[in-house]
């Protein structure tokens, strides 16, 4: 039973990372039903932004400033240098083709991960970067109920998550731009005849997304300690099937898509075997496509002419 | 016709082993385009997993022609496997079409991009014994038929250019026929074909089974003339480097889709691994698109001029402050890099400042894009010059990236500057 537990804890943590990351993903999708491919490729940066963080201020063991001012400015920065990746990516490559077949933006999208992972490969080489993170949280700094053990860092990553989660919910709730937001998903053209200044709102959109993809950038790294240029490619497929499964376009369904996922592969992982995981995970993925490719908690869409 | 010819003459021009193994790549990836046109040109369907059927057909050729099953193998006369291969390519591909009938746009997208990435996961991960895992099949047969063995690499050029120029045919054929146009109809608008009698499932089903066959015609002719298949062969770069000759040689056009591969191939695999080469292929590809997109002639000079002063001045005043700075040199080869070694800024240690440019041109290229008018054109001199710094800092040092950036590009650009491609033709599409 300790290692039921065990897993469903494992699970919840590796399931928020991924909620954060289909949380942007979906949001995306929702403004400019647009399925941005180099969303896991964001999420990517976001981590080596936390990793140099690190560096700069003395390495893992030689840290020159108090742990939770670096882990604050790594997840500051991280949010900001990759929300503004995104809002230059919207800005370069999918604005010009807001009007443009279906496929053309789509296409775009594989080209712009493709590049963003061999960019990073060129700047950062291919050998893995190591975050150390034990070095100055320790795994002792946790806190055990029977033999499940849980450390600082993955409170830490669960914690954030819910309140960057909650938060968002709220913004898109309560705040003007958050109806401006849903105004623009529910309809662009409206939207914009009532005043609204769509390619602001999508530009928001696209920065509050990738800020997310980069928190939780920093957060993977953290938690895997490793880092390296293909992890956003992996991580970006996990994602794209949390959002799926919980229905693209759906923030709710995003999060418990992304939990479900995450507490799926744990348990894969756990009881079967590892290396049948992904594989679950994508039949997993083609299977609800087919039943119901609206997913859990998503509208079923119909065809306009 | 004229491809026929041209290739027919190639290898006796005298290529090396390396020339031709590119050649030999670039066809089977000409291949791939020219099916994948089917799906993605012809029917207007985004497949994501059609290296899949590329890799089943490698694998099933394997299998059936090496001694992976059972105690003696199986061995196979290429007569049988090749259509036994191609038949269950087809099959599969209905199967995967099936179910996503009803899935449109980007569901269709999404169902075929795991599709591919599950297979492979398959492969890498499920019966070992068989598939051989990360560690592939090794020692398949040489294709052959009536006492014929393809063994050499000559021979499996003029097979791949004689199959390449076979389907092209057939599918000149196919695409002035009622299927043909059936599909570009259902491209189009599905509904209104629909309303049309057109069969909208069976028609996008044929695409995908069209698609899936010369796609696992070129994965047996693949798996054979590289004696061993590997789960890594199929996975997304094979994918993104096809769609890359897909959209440069323009979806929708045959001549476009295998000019497109055949162009991309032979700069990736070919000219990037040469310094020299590379550094003729970057700086013509700079003035072509200069001479393309500036307008008058004036214009077109005075940004040339500056840009060669800028890089004078930019050399003379670094050098001077630190001889350091200027001490690398160009790394590409040939005569340009000797007329450049005054011109571009290499510092004696590359690596870093070279990311940092690399960095910095990518901001630039944003920025110009951005801009209109004169500004434009004030910021491509040192756009231009810095991206000639970076070529000789970084890209030709790091090829291999290099070659994988410029893929990444070619689809971006080519979707946002010319998305019909070089040869294909404009579709005017009413946005919905």
């Known amino acids: 039973m300790a290692f039921f537990f065990q897993e469903l804890v494992n699970g919840i943590i590796v399931g928020s990372l991924y909620a954060l990351i289909a949380l942007g993903f979906s949001m995306v999708y929702g403004v400019l039903k647009l399925l941005n491919f180099a969303h896991g490729d964001l999420y990517m940066v976001g981590a080596f932004v936390g990793y140099f963080v690190i560096q700069w201020f003395g390495g893992p063991t030689a840290l020159t400033i108090p742990v939770p001012l670096l882990l604050t400015i790594m997840f500051v920065l991280a949010a900001l240098l990759t929300g503004g990746l995104g809002v230059a990516i919207e800005r370069f490559a999918y604005r010009p083709l807001r009007n443009a077949p279906r496929i053309a933006p789509l296409i775009t999208a594989i080209g712009i991960s493709f590049f963003l992972e061999n960019a990073a490969l060129l700047l950062f080489g291919a050998q893995f970067r190591v975050y150390n993170t034990p070095d100055f949280i320790p795994f002792s700094s946790g806190f055990s109920i029977g033999s499940v053990t849980i450390d600082a860092v993955q409170i830490m990553v669960v914690v954030l998550g819910l309140v960057l989660m909650i938060g968002l919910r709220q913004l898109v709730i309560q705040t003007k731009l958050g109806k401006q937001m849903r105004a623009v998903a529910a309809d662009r053209e409206a939207a914009e005849m009532l005043g609204i200044n769509v390619n602001f709102i999508i530009a928001a959109t696209f920065f509050l997304g990738s800020a997310l993809a980069g928190v939780a950038g920093v957060m993977a790294g953290l938690l895997f300690n490793q880092v390296t240029n293909t992890i956003g490619f992996v991580a970006g497929l996990k994602a794209f099937t949390a959002a799926v499964v919980g229905g693209i376009g759906s923030l709710p369904g995003a999060m418990l898509g992304g939990l479900l996922i995450g507490i799926a592969e744990s348990f894969i992982t756990g009881y079967i075997s590892s290396t049948f995981t992904n594989l679950i995970v994508f039949g997993l993925l083609i299977v609800v496509m087919l039943v119901r490719p609206s997913g859990l908690l998503g509208r079923v869409q119909l065809q306009k002419v | ?432």
Request: with cysteine.
């Open chain 2, 1 to 432: 016709m004229a491809a026929a010819v041209a290739g027919l003459v190639l290898p006796l021009l005298g290529l090396g082993g390396f020339q031709l193994q590119v050649a030999i790549d670039a066809l089977v990836i000409a291949l791939l385009a020219v099916g994948l046109n089917i799906v993605v040109g012809w029917a207007g369907l985004l497949d994501l997993g059609y290296v899949a059927f590329f890799g089943f057909g490698a694998y099933g050729y394997a299998l059936l022609s090496s001694g992976q099953i059972g105690k003696q193998g199986i061995h196979l006369p290429s007569i049988l496997s090749l259509p036994i291969v191609m038949i269950g390519a087809a099959v599969l591909g209905l199967m995967v079409g099936w179910p996503s009938r009803r899935l449109i746009g980007d569901y269709l997208a999404i169902v075929t991009l795991f599709f591919g990435e599950a297979f492979v996961e398959f492969t890498n991960n499920v019966a070992p014994k068989t598939l051989g895992g990360p560690n592939g099949v090794i020692s398949i047969d040489a294709i052959r038929s009536f006492g014929y063995q393809f063994v050499s690499n000559e021979s499996y050029y003029y097979l791949l250019v004689v199959v390449l120029v076979a389907t092209m045919a057939v599918l000149r054929l196919l695409d002035t026929s009622r299927t043909g146009r059936a599909w570009r109809a259902v491209r189009e608008d599905s509904l209104a074909a629909a309303a049309m009698t057109i069969p909208v499932n069976r028609v996008k089903l044929m695409a995908f089974a069209f698609g899936a066959m010369v796609a696992a015609l070129a994965g047996t002719i693949f798996a054979a003339q590289q004696i061993s298949v590997f789960p890594t062969d199929f996975d997304t770069p094979i994918l993104i480097l096809v769609y890359a000759g897909l959209i440069l040689g323009g979806a929708g056009s045959i001549a476009g889709a295998c000019t497109g591969a055949l162009v991309v191939m032979v700069i990736y695999d070919g000219l990037l691994r040469s310094p020299a080469e590379s550094g003729y292929l970057f700086y013509g590809l700079v003035l072509l698109t200069l001479v393309a997109k500036l307008r008058p002639w004036r214009r077109l000079a005075i940004v040339l001029a500056a840009t060669a002063a800028l890089g004078f001045a930019a050399h003379a005043v670094v050098g001077a402050i630190s001889q350091r700075a200027v001490a690398g040199g160009p790394q590409s080869g040939g005569w340009v890099a000797a007329a450049l070694r005054d011109w571009v800024i290499v510092p004696a240690n590359p690596a870093v400042p070279g990311n940092w440019g690399f960095v910095l041109l990518v901001c630039l290229l944003i920025a110009l894009v951005q801009l209109k008018g004169n500004w434009r054109t004030v910021l491509l001199v040192p756009t231009v010059y810095l991206a000639a710094c970076v070529w000789e800092a970084r890209l030709v040092v790091e090829y291999a990236v290099t070659a994988q950036l410029m893929i990444g590009a070619i689809l971006i650009v080519m979707m946002i500057a010319r998305p019909q491609g070089l040869l294909g033709a404009r579709r005017v599409e009413a946005p919905t």
